[in-house]
Antibody, heavy 120, light 111 residues
Framework: QKQLVQSGPEVKKPGTSVKVSCKAS????????VQWVRQARGERLEWIGW????????NYAEKFQERVTITRDMSTGTAYMELSSLTPEDTAVYYC?????????????WGQGTLVTVSS | DIVMTQSPLSLPVSPGEPASISCRSS???????????LDWYLKKPGQPPQLLIY???NRASGVPDRFSGSGSGTDFTLKISRVEAEDVGVYYC????????FGGGTKVEIK
């Protein structure tokens, strides 16, 4: 079945970077897009950005524009989200989700989530 | 960005009773192709969100038919015809008409 498996939890110092991976299986990776969303404790879900896997084009939320990079490796079926200049406010669970409507919603499946903790 | 507003914040429901959640968007989600780009997701504790409804009213694969979505433009509703214990969690609407934004969530709990 379609599945996304994310990398494990991370603990980072303020000012450093984190790179979260999202490995796809059970579907043709190149025909999808991958959306990245995060949720801090007690907050609503927040969109970070996305990548259209086939063409590699990306789009980022304005809030993260200066410090996020989303990439993909088609040979391994893996997408990556790197966030730099971390602050404690970046502590959250980060999710990837498959988007077969290429920007039209219908996000399914989702990765299991990766907890990123930023603390000195 | 399109702002999504859900109500109520919390919804206690007795098993077997119906439930209804409202979602309003600050701009119309109806595109020229006739589709409303509005999804509904359920998030259970410790789990990722799971897709329930897409394009306003289409049930995702495997979703029980007690879940239904309706609405158009800026006003949308998710209905559960008979709530079961497994339906507890936080329900989110999400618009995909522009860059994705989510509602604040509605927590459904069993009375």
């Amino acid at each position: 079945q379609k599945q996304l498996v994310q990398s494990g939890p991370e603990v980072k110092k303020p000012g450093t970077s984190v790179k979260v991976s999202c490995k796809a299986s059970g579907f043709t990776f190149s025909t999808s897009a991958v959306q990245w969303v995060r949720q801090a404790r007690g907050e609503r879900l927040e969109w970070i950005g996305w990548i259209v896997v086939g063409g590699g084009n990306t789009n980022y939320a304005e809030k993260f524009q200066e410090r996020v990079t989303i990439t993909r490796d088609m040979s391994t079926g893996t997408a990556y989200m790197e966030l730099s200049s971390l602050t404690p406010e970046d502590t959250a669970v980060y999710y990837c989700a498959a988007d077969f409507m290429i920007g039209g919603g219908k996000l399914d499946p989702w990765g299991q989530g990766t907890l990123v903790t930023v603390s000195s | 960005d399109i702002v999504m507003t859900q109500s109520p914040l919390s919804l206690p429901v007795s098993p077997g009773e119906p439930a209804s959640i409202s979602c309003r968007s600050s701009q119309s989600l109806l595109q020229s192709n006739g589709y409303n780009y509005l999804d509904w997701y359920l998030k259970k504790p410790g789990q990722p969100p799971q897709l329930l409804i897409y394009l306003g009213s289409n049930r995702a694969s495997g979703v029980p038919d007690r879940f239904s979505g309706s609405g158009s433009g800026t006003d949308f509703t998710l209905k559960i015809s008979r709530v079961e214990a497994e339906d507890v969690g936080v329900y989110y609407c999400m618009q995909a008409s522009q860059t994705l934004t989510f509602g604040g969530g509605t927590k459904v709990e069993i009375k």
